[in-house]
Protein backbone atom coordinates (compact mmCIF):
# COMPACT_ATOMS: atom_id res chain seq x y z
CA UNK A 1 0.00 0.00 0.00
CA UNK A 2 1.05 3.51 -0.71
CA UNK A 3 2.37 5.63 2.41
CA UNK A 4 0.01 8.69 2.72
CA UNK A 5 2.94 11.45 1.68
CA UNK A 6 3.31 9.08 -1.59
CA UNK A 7 -0.85 8.77 -2.41
CA UNK A 8 -0.81 13.18 -1.82
CA UNK A 9 2.42 13.94 -4.15
CA UNK A 10 0.30 11.15 -6.83
CA UNK A 11 -3.20 12.81 -6.22
CA UNK A 12 -1.86 16.42 -7.38
CA UNK A 13 -0.76 14.39 -10.85
CA UNK A 14 -3.90 12.32 -11.23
CA UNK A 15 -6.37 15.10 -10.56
CA UNK A 16 -5.12 17.91 -12.68
CA UNK A 17 -4.43 15.70 -15.94
CA UNK A 18 -8.59 15.87 -15.56
CA UNK A 19 -9.31 19.31 -14.88
CA UNK A 20 -6.44 21.65 -14.08
CA UNK A 21 -9.08 23.09 -12.01
CA UNK A 22 -9.09 20.64 -9.39
CA UNK A 23 -6.09 21.55 -8.13
CA UNK A 24 -7.61 24.59 -6.04
CA UNK A 25 -10.41 22.32 -5.03
CA UNK A 26 -10.78 22.89 -1.08
CA UNK A 27 -11.89 19.35 -0.56
CA UNK A 28 -8.76 17.44 -2.01
CA UNK A 29 -6.83 20.60 -0.39
CA UNK A 30 -8.33 18.85 3.12
CA UNK A 31 -7.82 15.51 1.81
CA UNK A 32 -4.28 15.81 1.40
CA UNK A 33 -3.42 17.82 4.71
CA UNK A 34 -2.69 20.90 2.93
CA UNK A 35 -4.99 24.52 3.97
CA UNK A 36 -7.75 25.38 1.60
CA UNK A 37 -8.96 28.07 1.17
CA UNK A 38 -11.81 27.69 3.05
CA UNK A 39 -13.31 24.40 4.93
CA UNK A 40 -14.99 21.78 2.39
CA UNK A 41 -18.27 21.12 3.08
CA UNK A 42 -20.52 18.29 1.66
CA UNK A 43 -23.15 16.01 3.14
CA UNK A 44 -23.46 12.48 2.82
CA UNK A 45 -26.45 11.24 1.23
CA UNK A 46 -26.75 14.67 -0.29
CA UNK A 47 -28.06 13.10 -3.89
CA UNK A 48 -31.88 12.61 -3.10
CA UNK A 49 -33.48 12.04 0.01
CA UNK A 50 -34.55 15.63 0.74
CA UNK A 51 -34.50 17.26 -2.40
CA UNK A 52 -37.72 17.82 -4.35
CA UNK A 53 -36.10 17.45 -7.54
CA UNK A 54 -34.96 14.04 -6.70
CA UNK A 55 -38.29 12.72 -5.88
CA UNK A 56 -39.37 14.36 -9.14
CA UNK A 57 -37.14 12.37 -11.85
CA UNK A 58 -36.96 9.37 -9.69
CA UNK A 59 -41.31 9.17 -9.57
CA UNK A 60 -42.11 5.77 -10.75
CA UNK A 61 -38.46 4.53 -10.87
CA UNK A 62 -36.77 1.84 -8.78
CA UNK A 63 -34.14 2.32 -6.56
CA UNK A 64 -31.80 0.33 -8.77
CA UNK A 65 -33.09 0.73 -12.07
CA UNK A 66 -32.31 4.75 -11.16
CA UNK A 67 -28.77 2.94 -9.63
CA UNK A 68 -28.48 1.63 -13.01
CA UNK A 69 -28.99 4.32 -15.40
CA UNK A 70 -26.04 6.35 -16.03
CA UNK A 71 -28.29 9.74 -17.18
CA UNK A 72 -30.16 9.15 -13.69
CA UNK A 73 -27.29 8.99 -12.00
CA UNK A 74 -25.73 11.72 -13.86
CA UNK A 75 -28.90 14.30 -12.95
CA UNK A 76 -29.28 12.76 -8.98
CA UNK A 77 -25.59 13.19 -8.43
CA UNK A 78 -25.48 16.90 -9.65
CA UNK A 79 -28.95 17.95 -8.13
CA UNK A 80 -27.06 18.81 -4.78
CA UNK A 81 -23.87 20.06 -6.55
CA UNK A 82 -26.47 23.13 -7.85
CA UNK A 83 -28.61 23.85 -5.25
CA UNK A 84 -25.88 23.77 -2.27
CA UNK A 85 -23.00 24.63 -3.95
CA UNK A 86 -20.91 22.00 -1.94
CA UNK A 87 -17.02 20.99 -2.41
CA UNK A 88 -17.70 17.77 -3.80
CA UNK A 89 -20.31 15.35 -5.62
CA UNK A 90 -20.74 11.77 -4.27
CA UNK A 91 -21.55 9.00 -6.56
CA UNK A 92 -25.28 8.67 -6.59
CA UNK A 93 -25.35 4.82 -5.97
CA UNK A 94 -25.79 1.88 -2.71
CA UNK A 95 -24.01 0.02 -1.06
CA UNK A 96 -25.26 -3.21 -2.46
CA UNK A 97 -25.84 -2.34 -6.21
CA UNK A 98 -22.77 -4.02 -7.31
CA UNK A 99 -24.45 -7.24 -6.39
CA UNK A 100 -27.14 -6.54 -8.33
CA UNK A 101 -25.34 -7.01 -12.31
CA UNK A 102 -24.02 -10.04 -10.80
CA UNK A 103 -27.56 -12.04 -10.94
CA UNK A 104 -28.30 -12.26 -6.92
CA UNK A 105 -31.50 -11.68 -6.46
CA UNK A 106 -31.63 -8.37 -4.86
CA UNK A 107 -34.45 -5.96 -4.20
CA UNK A 108 -34.26 -3.11 -2.75
CA UNK A 109 -37.80 -2.28 -0.39
CA UNK A 110 -38.86 1.33 -0.11
CA UNK A 111 -38.82 1.81 4.28
CA UNK A 112 -36.92 -1.76 4.14
CA UNK A 113 -33.73 -1.34 2.54
CA UNK A 114 -32.02 -4.33 0.13
CA UNK A 115 -33.81 -7.08 0.59
CA UNK A 116 -31.91 -10.64 -0.26
CA UNK A 117 -33.87 -14.00 -1.35
CA UNK A 118 -31.16 -16.21 -1.15
CA UNK A 119 -29.38 -15.27 1.82
CA UNK A 120 -25.44 -16.47 1.81
CA UNK A 121 -24.90 -19.22 4.52
CA UNK A 122 -22.69 -21.48 3.27
CA UNK A 123 -19.07 -21.91 0.81
CA UNK A 124 -21.33 -23.01 -1.84
CA UNK A 125 -23.25 -19.47 -1.49
CA UNK A 126 -20.22 -17.86 -1.57
CA UNK A 127 -18.62 -19.94 -4.45
CA UNK A 128 -22.04 -18.87 -6.44
CA UNK A 129 -21.43 -14.65 -6.62
CA UNK A 130 -19.43 -13.88 -9.68
CA UNK A 131 -16.53 -11.49 -9.60
CA UNK A 132 -17.22 -8.15 -10.37
CA UNK A 133 -15.71 -6.71 -13.64
CA UNK A 134 -15.87 -3.48 -15.72
CA UNK A 135 -18.50 -5.57 -18.30
CA UNK A 136 -20.88 -6.13 -15.79
CA UNK A 137 -21.56 -2.22 -14.38
CA UNK A 138 -21.00 0.10 -18.23
CA UNK A 139 -23.87 2.31 -16.96
CA UNK A 140 -20.91 3.32 -14.12
CA UNK A 141 -18.99 4.34 -16.03
CA UNK A 142 -20.50 6.17 -18.54
CA UNK A 143 -22.42 8.03 -15.83
CA UNK A 144 -19.17 9.06 -14.21
CA UNK A 145 -17.69 10.27 -17.36
CA UNK A 146 -20.81 12.04 -17.64
CA UNK A 147 -20.50 13.73 -14.50
CA UNK A 148 -16.89 14.52 -14.43
CA UNK A 149 -17.60 16.36 -17.59
CA UNK A 150 -20.77 18.57 -15.91
CA UNK A 151 -18.62 19.19 -12.70
CA UNK A 152 -15.37 20.40 -13.81
CA UNK A 153 -13.23 21.96 -11.02
CA UNK A 154 -15.63 20.12 -8.40
CA UNK A 155 -14.67 16.50 -7.49
CA UNK A 156 -16.63 13.13 -7.61
CA UNK A 157 -16.51 11.00 -4.88
CA UNK A 158 -16.45 7.27 -5.70
CA UNK A 159 -18.76 5.14 -3.57
CA UNK A 160 -18.74 1.54 -2.38
CA UNK A 161 -19.89 -0.45 0.74
CA UNK A 162 -17.22 -1.87 3.07
CA UNK A 163 -17.13 -5.84 3.33
CA UNK A 164 -18.45 -6.10 6.59
CA UNK A 165 -21.39 -3.39 5.87
CA UNK A 166 -22.38 -5.55 2.33
CA UNK A 167 -21.83 -9.29 4.44
CA UNK A 168 -24.51 -8.17 7.09
CA UNK A 169 -26.93 -7.84 4.19
CA UNK A 170 -26.34 -10.84 2.64
CA UNK A 171 -26.13 -13.10 5.29
CA UNK A 172 -29.13 -11.43 7.23
CA UNK A 173 -31.19 -11.53 3.85
CA UNK A 174 -32.01 -7.86 4.86
CA UNK A 175 -31.42 -5.36 7.46
CA UNK A 176 -30.44 -6.06 10.86
CA UNK A 177 -30.32 -4.47 13.99
CA UNK A 178 -28.72 -7.64 15.98
CA UNK A 179 -26.42 -9.00 12.70
CA UNK A 180 -27.05 -12.29 14.81
CA UNK A 181 -26.39 -14.52 11.73
CA UNK A 182 -24.05 -12.26 10.40
CA UNK A 183 -21.87 -12.74 13.79
CA UNK A 184 -22.97 -16.50 13.96
CA UNK A 185 -20.97 -17.25 10.66
CA UNK A 186 -18.08 -14.94 11.46
CA UNK A 187 -17.48 -16.68 14.85
CA UNK A 188 -18.57 -20.21 13.61
CA UNK A 189 -17.71 -20.96 10.28
CA UNK A 190 -14.40 -18.69 9.84
CA UNK A 191 -13.44 -20.43 6.86
CA UNK A 192 -17.16 -19.42 5.14
CA UNK A 193 -16.64 -15.77 6.63
CA UNK A 194 -13.41 -15.43 4.92
CA UNK A 195 -14.10 -16.90 1.50
CA UNK A 196 -17.32 -14.06 1.90
CA UNK A 197 -15.38 -11.13 2.92
CA UNK A 198 -12.52 -11.66 0.48
CA UNK A 199 -15.49 -12.04 -2.47
CA UNK A 200 -17.04 -8.76 -1.39
CA UNK A 201 -13.66 -6.95 -1.01
CA UNK A 202 -12.96 -7.66 -4.54
CA UNK A 203 -16.39 -6.31 -6.06
CA UNK A 204 -15.85 -3.27 -3.94
CA UNK A 205 -12.32 -2.69 -5.07
CA UNK A 206 -13.46 -3.47 -8.39
CA UNK A 207 -16.22 -0.77 -8.07
CA UNK A 208 -13.94 1.97 -7.02
CA UNK A 209 -11.86 1.46 -9.70
CA UNK A 210 -14.38 1.47 -12.36
CA UNK A 211 -14.87 4.96 -10.62
CA UNK A 212 -11.87 6.21 -10.52
CA UNK A 213 -10.48 5.38 -14.39
CA UNK A 214 -13.77 6.63 -15.25
CA UNK A 215 -13.09 10.02 -13.69
CA UNK A 216 -13.69 10.08 -9.86
CA UNK A 217 -11.05 12.33 -7.88
CA UNK A 218 -11.39 10.51 -4.27
CA UNK A 219 -13.03 7.47 -2.74
CA UNK A 220 -15.00 6.50 0.38
CA UNK A 221 -15.90 3.38 1.90
CA UNK A 222 -18.84 3.27 3.51
CA UNK A 223 -18.79 0.19 6.48
CA UNK A 224 -21.99 1.84 8.05
CA UNK A 225 -22.58 -1.01 10.25
CA UNK A 226 -18.79 -1.34 11.95
CA UNK A 227 -19.61 -0.22 14.78
CA UNK A 228 -21.66 -3.58 15.73
CA UNK A 229 -18.26 -5.22 16.37
CA UNK A 230 -16.31 -5.19 19.48
CA UNK A 231 -12.36 -3.89 18.36
CA UNK A 232 -10.55 -6.72 18.88
CA UNK A 233 -13.32 -8.97 16.50
CA UNK A 234 -12.70 -6.07 13.77
CA UNK A 235 -9.04 -6.53 13.76
CA UNK A 236 -10.03 -9.95 13.09
CA UNK A 237 -12.91 -10.21 11.37
CA UNK A 238 -13.11 -7.12 9.67
CA UNK A 239 -10.42 -4.43 9.64
CA UNK A 240 -7.83 -7.11 7.03
CA UNK A 241 -11.30 -6.91 4.27
CA UNK A 242 -11.68 -3.38 4.34
CA UNK A 243 -7.85 -2.96 3.86
CA UNK A 244 -7.63 -5.13 0.93
CA UNK A 245 -10.21 -2.25 -0.60
CA UNK A 246 -8.44 0.66 0.63
CA UNK A 247 -4.63 -0.66 -0.98
CA UNK A 248 -6.12 -1.82 -4.20
CA UNK A 249 -7.75 1.99 -3.73
CA UNK A 250 -4.65 3.69 -2.53
CA UNK A 251 -3.08 2.39 -6.19
CA UNK A 252 -5.06 4.77 -8.23
CA UNK A 253 -3.66 7.88 -6.36
CA UNK A 254 -6.70 9.71 -5.02
CA UNK A 255 -7.72 10.12 -1.58
CA UNK A 256 -9.73 7.52 0.32
CA UNK A 257 -12.30 8.51 3.21
CA UNK A 258 -13.18 5.30 5.73
CA UNK A 259 -16.55 6.04 7.33
CA UNK A 260 -18.62 3.92 9.76
CA UNK A 261 -21.61 4.47 12.07
CA UNK A 262 -20.87 4.30 16.13
CA UNK A 263 -17.54 3.81 15.45
CA UNK A 264 -15.77 5.83 17.82
CA UNK A 265 -14.04 2.93 19.62
CA UNK A 266 -12.57 1.47 16.08
CA UNK A 267 -11.16 5.23 14.39
CA UNK A 268 -7.67 4.64 15.06
CA UNK A 269 -8.07 0.97 12.93
CA UNK A 270 -10.40 2.58 10.59
CA UNK A 271 -7.48 4.98 9.77
CA UNK A 272 -4.90 2.26 9.67
CA UNK A 273 -6.61 0.32 7.43
CA UNK A 274 -5.68 2.36 4.84
CA UNK A 275 -7.82 5.43 5.09
CA UNK A 276 -6.34 9.25 4.65
CA UNK A 277 -9.59 10.43 5.89
CA UNK A 278 -11.47 9.06 8.51
CA UNK A 279 -14.93 10.27 8.75
CA UNK A 280 -16.68 10.81 12.53
CA UNK A 281 -19.74 10.20 13.20
CA UNK A 282 -22.40 12.90 14.88
CA UNK A 283 -22.14 10.68 18.58
CA UNK A 284 -18.52 11.26 18.48
CA UNK A 285 -17.01 14.26 19.94
CA UNK A 286 -14.56 15.61 16.83
CA UNK A 287 -11.90 16.51 19.81
CA UNK A 288 -11.87 13.04 20.71
CA UNK A 289 -12.37 11.43 17.03
CA UNK A 290 -8.87 13.56 16.22
CA UNK A 291 -7.03 12.45 19.17
CA UNK A 292 -8.12 8.59 18.65
CA UNK A 293 -7.58 8.99 14.66
CA UNK A 294 -4.00 10.51 15.36
CA UNK A 295 -1.86 13.38 13.92
CA UNK A 296 -1.09 11.51 10.20
CA UNK A 297 -4.74 11.32 8.68
CA UNK A 298 -7.86 14.28 7.85
CA UNK A 299 -10.94 13.68 9.16
CA UNK A 300 -14.38 14.32 8.19
CA UNK A 301 -17.47 15.35 9.78
CA UNK A 302 -19.32 15.65 12.09
CA UNK A 303 -22.71 17.97 13.04
CA UNK A 304 -25.57 15.90 14.13
CA UNK A 305 -27.95 15.80 11.26
CA UNK A 306 -30.87 16.34 13.43
CA UNK A 307 -29.66 20.10 13.88
CA UNK A 308 -30.82 20.89 10.78
CA UNK A 309 -34.45 20.51 12.19
CA UNK A 310 -33.31 23.68 15.05
CA UNK A 311 -33.38 26.96 15.00
CA UNK A 312 -30.67 28.28 12.10
CA UNK A 313 -29.19 30.56 14.89
CA UNK A 314 -28.34 27.26 16.33
CA UNK A 315 -27.09 24.97 13.68
CA UNK A 316 -24.94 27.54 12.40
CA UNK A 317 -23.21 27.95 16.27
CA UNK A 318 -23.48 24.34 16.54
CA UNK A 319 -21.71 23.79 13.42
CA UNK A 320 -18.75 26.52 13.72
CA UNK A 321 -17.96 24.65 17.29
CA UNK A 322 -17.34 21.27 14.13
CA UNK A 323 -15.03 23.94 12.02
CA UNK A 324 -13.20 25.09 15.29
CA UNK A 325 -12.90 21.86 16.68
CA UNK A 326 -11.72 20.09 12.93
CA UNK A 327 -8.68 23.23 13.26
CA UNK A 328 -6.77 20.53 15.27
CA UNK A 329 -6.70 17.47 12.37
CA UNK A 330 -4.40 17.93 9.75
CA UNK A 331 -7.29 18.62 7.62
CA UNK A 332 -10.95 18.72 8.18
CA UNK A 333 -13.78 18.15 5.36
CA UNK A 334 -17.22 19.49 7.39
CA UNK A 335 -19.85 16.85 6.83
CA UNK A 336 -22.65 15.42 8.61
CA UNK A 337 -22.04 12.84 11.03
CA UNK A 338 -24.23 10.56 8.97
CA UNK A 339 -26.72 11.40 6.21
CA UNK A 340 -29.22 13.82 5.31
CA UNK A 341 -32.37 12.72 7.53
CA UNK A 342 -35.15 12.81 4.27
CA UNK A 343 -37.72 15.07 6.02
CA UNK A 344 -34.80 17.79 6.11
CA UNK A 345 -35.43 21.02 4.88
CA UNK A 346 -32.46 22.02 1.61
CA UNK A 347 -32.52 25.59 2.52
CA UNK A 348 -31.45 24.85 6.20
CA UNK A 349 -28.65 22.79 3.77
CA UNK A 350 -28.25 25.55 2.06
CA UNK A 351 -27.36 27.73 4.46
CA UNK A 352 -24.72 25.42 6.11
CA UNK A 353 -23.03 25.08 2.98
CA UNK A 354 -22.90 29.05 2.82
CA UNK A 355 -21.82 28.98 6.81
CA UNK A 356 -19.32 26.54 6.58
CA UNK A 357 -17.48 28.01 3.31
CA UNK A 358 -17.73 31.79 4.68
CA UNK A 359 -15.97 30.67 7.95
CA UNK A 360 -12.78 31.87 8.66
CA UNK A 361 -9.58 29.28 8.05
Known amino acids: MC ?28 ARGETP ?9 QAGRALPEYHKVREGVAMLDACMDAD ?50 TLADVEAIPD ?4 HVPFITQAVQNLVAELGGTPLIGFAGAPFTVASYLVE ?12 LMFGAPDVWDALMRKIAGISAT ?51 HFGVNSAMLLDQMGEAGADVVGVDWRT ?16 GNLDPTLVFAPTGVMLQRAGDVIEAGKRAKGHIFNLGHGVIPSTNPDQLKKLAEFVQGYPV
Open 72 to 121: LITEITLQPVRRYGVDAAIFFSDIVLPLKPLGLDLEIKPGVGPVFANPVR
Open 37 to 45: QHTPVWFMR
Open 3 to 30: EHAGVGATIVSVTTARDPRLADSAFLKA
Open 132 to 135: LTPE
Open 173 to 184: GGPSKEYAKTKA
Open 207 to 257: FLEVQVNAGASAIQLFDSWAGAVTPSDYATYVRPYSSAVLARAGELGVPRI
Open 285 to 300: PLEYGIDKIGPERAVQ
